[in-house]
């Protein structure tokens, strides 16, 4: 696995957001599980502890295997609430939690539940975003362990279907969101990836701003590359 960077990914993000969580949204094939598995992998490499928990399976085989704390949840949404919850318990035993991805349970959920009741399923999604969050950045009030450890959360997310682009009248060019609605914007920094080059030698991906406190809507932050085994992220701030 090459990685070439100033600083780690996970420097980067600390950079960036502190003590937070930050989501990546796109759509199907944007480089979001190779992204943070390659985050992931280089976190391990600097001695960092790292929990990456899979929902959806993306991984190509073999990947899961590259992990120290890697653990497949499928698409359960309560069994990922309970999952996320004892991570934030366990939050003095890693430095980095990775959610891949967190939209699918609930989407899975939300799927199969009656119309009065599909709104809960989204609702539900407030605990995972929360407790990454408090994995991340402990409060005193909580009885947390290690309150003054700085964590960091990634979670992935999806975007919302094109059938909310057609009942909302949307054109071709008028960029899908992130899954969850405001809920989604719990993490100090949502950025969207998306395929910029793909071809037989390599996939080219962005990562753009969404929504961050201080840099503007649209603002590149990486472009990273996909060849052979190897990823390589150029970081733009």
């Not at 929360?130 to 402990?138: I, Q």
């Not at 009942?167 to 719990?186: H, M, N, Q, R, Y």
Request: glycine share 6%; net charge neutral.
């Amino acid at each position: 696995m090459s990685m070439t960077a100033t600083l780690t990914a996970y420097d980067k993000f600390k950079q960036l957001v502190g003590a937070h969580t930050v989501q990546i949204y796109g759509e199907a094939g944007a480089g979001k599980s190779r992204f943070v598995h390659a985050v992931a992998i280089e976190a391990q490499l600097t001695g960092k502890k790292v929990l990456y928990l899979d929902t959806e399976g993306s991984l190509p085989l073999g990947y899961e295997d590259e992990l120290e704390n890697y653990e497949y949840i499928g698409p359960d949404l309560d069994a990922l609430i309970e999952r996320v919850s004892l991570a934030k318990r366990q939050r003095d035993q890693f430095d980095l939690l990775i959610v891949d991805s967190v939209g699918f349970p609930v989407l899975a959920s939300f799927a199969s539940l009656p119309l009065d009741k599909r709104l809960t399923a989204i609702l539900r999604m407030a605990n995972i975003m929360a407790d990454t969050v408090r994995f991340a950045r402990a409060s005193k009030h909580e009885m947390l362990p290690v309150p003054e450890k700085e964590n960091l959360a990634i979670v992935t997310n999806q975007t919302v279907s094109e059938f909310t682009r057609v009942t909302k009248g949307l054109s071709p060019e008028d960029p899908l969101e992130c899954f969850g609605g405001k809920i989604a914007f719990v993490p100090k920094l949502t950025l969207r990836s998306e395929v910029v080059e793909r071809n037989s030698q390599k996939s080219v991906f962005r990562l753009t701003v969404h929504k961050a406190r201080d840099m503007p809507r649209g603002k590149e932050i990486a472009c990273f590359t996909l060849a052979g085994n190897g990823v390589t992220i150029n970081w733009k701030v």
